[in-house]
């Protein structure tokens, strides 16, 4: 009897043992991965006052993955309002393979400099040249290389996650349709504070070596910068013959009142052609004789008339081959079997017949403002190899 209670109080107490072993385990594991969850939401770094990275090393086109390399290609479409850059820029978002981002700096653009913007680490900081140390351009131009290199301690998360909480830019019309994840995160929280736990999520996504941006804040003339630091990336110039945009512009209001109060549409056209494309173009020039191979000016009307085959040539200048489910939707969009009203959205992609809506412009603008654009963007028509408006017109009167 006494052997027996012996035997049942060593083998409780071999339980008990049993058991403490293995919570022991459990708080060991669970602690390791705490720590692994808090390492990949907290993989920010103290960032200094000034976020220029201009002494950094230029990037190989060449990325290493587990013993192989893989090909880096970062395509930047460079271009301005109401030019087609969206139908361009879904090219990209409708690949599965690519990191796709719609104008990134647009909260950083239409917002007051005075604003505060918030960082990864959750520091705050006046939006002026003191707080930053750098001009507008530039500190755009490092966002924009921070953009390229992935790294958002130094980008604001205004720009990762802009218009908290609605996040209606980054959102709507499926500008994003491969960050779906992402977008589902941030849309969860109110406040650009909280939108910070879902940073690793677009960080995991940007790892992608194939990465295009949608940029309409720069000019090509801030470019040779990035250029120079970024190897691997390409300049895709997007062009639409200014009479168009300009007629677009003015269609969907965007233009401002107070503007359009003080000089009609003479101060926007001469700000299109005198002081953002002569400027320009001429960059471009420079730029490819000292980038070869690295810059392709595509015209918006090109690519409308005929859509796949430009969009081949997009590709081939990338160095890549473009998907077949992105050639099924570009036919779809681009050949009249969406359903709808043409141009419903300033921002939208669907259109009844792509050549069709480029060249809309030249039956419906007043003949006045055609014109007058002429008078001021006679030279950028001519570079560009548009035709003037009077061909224009006496083309149009041999229809009628």
Request: hydrophobic share 40%.
């Amino acid at each position: 009897m006494a052997l027996m209670k012996l035997w049942v109080c060593f083998t409780a107490f071999c339980s008990v043992v049993f058991c403490a072993s293995l919570l022991w385990t459990y708080k060991i594991q669970s602690r390791v991965f705490e720590n692994k969850r808090h390492q990949q939401i907290r993989y920010v770094e103290s960032i200094p006052s000034t976020t220029s990275i201009t002494e950094m090393e230029p990037v190989a086109n060449q990325a290493s993955t587990d013993g192989f390399t893989v090909a880096i290609n970062i395509v930047l479409i460079v271009t301005y309002v109401r030019s087609g850059s969206s139908l361009v820029g879904e090219l990209f978002n409708q690949n599965p393979d690519a990191f796709y981002m719609f104008e990134p700096t647009h909260e950083l653009d239409r917002a007051s400099m005075k604003r505060h913007l918030t960082y990864t680490d959750n520091s705050q900081r006046l939006r002026t040249m003191e707080s930053t140390g750098l001009p507008k351009k530039e500190f755009m131009t490092d966002v924009v290389k921070n953009l390229i290199s992935c790294d958002f301690t130094k980008v604001p998360v205004n720009v990762l996650a802009p218009e908290s909480p609605s996040h209606w830019f980054f959102i709507a019309l499926g500008r994003h349709i491969h960050l779906r994840t992402y977008a589902s995160c941030i849309l969860k929280y109110n406040t650009t504070a909280e939108d910070i736990q879902c940073i690793p999520l677009i960080k995991r996504a940007c790892d992608k070596s194939f990465k295009a941006f949608k940029i309409v804040v720069l000019r090509m003339t801030d470019l040779e910068p990035i250029l120079r630091q970024f190897e691997p990336v390409k300049i895709l110039y997007l062009v639409r013959d200014p009479r168009a945009s300009i007629l677009s512009m003015r269609k969907y209001k965007l233009i401002r009142p107070v503007t359009l109060q003080k000089c009609n549409m003479t101060c926007e056209t001469v700000k299109r052609c005198k002081e953002h494309m002569i400027p320009d173009l001429v960059a471009r020039d420079r730029l490819q004789s000292r980038f070869p191979g690295r810059i392709m000016t595509l015209r918006y009307e090109d690519l409308a008339d005929n859509p796949i085959a430009y969009a081949d040539k997009i590709y081939e200048f990338i160095g890549r081959k473009m998907p077949a489910n992105v050639r099924e939707w570009l036919v779809n969009t681009t050949s009249g079997k969406i359903e709808g009203d043409v141009m419903s959205d300033p921002y939208g992609t669907s259109r009844v017949n792509s050549s069709q809506t480029a060249h809309q412009w030249e039956r419906t603008i007043q003949p006045s403002l055609g014109v007058e654009v002429d008078s001021y963007c006679g030279e950028v028509i001519q570079k560009l190899g548009y035709e003037s408006f009077a061909n224009i017109q006496s083309k149009e009167v041999k229809k009628d």
